[in-house]
């Protein structure tokens, strides 16, 4: 009996918008000269959905944060809107 160990197979599809998704191996960045774990990046450019791949198994609370990173990237707009009306408030209070 020769039982492969299961593996987690890389989603082929964007869970965003349905495009196809390429896998980037892990090297190192030319633009920062840092090094990078290969990731999963979307193809449509502007659906911006990337994923990390490790090696290891998928820690599900660290898929959880990258998830978590992505929307917030998605809703970046949304919390720079609130800011600015926070920031808004802040400024009247400092006129009183
Ligand atoms: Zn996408």
Redesign the pocket.
Known sequence: MNQEPEKIQPPTR?P??D?AIKVVPSGISKRTGKPYSSFMS?T?RE?E?TARLTDKPQNTGEQMIIEGINNIIVSQKEIWKLLAVIKNKLDDLDRK
């Open positions: 964007c965003k918008c495009s979307c449509n659906c959905y």
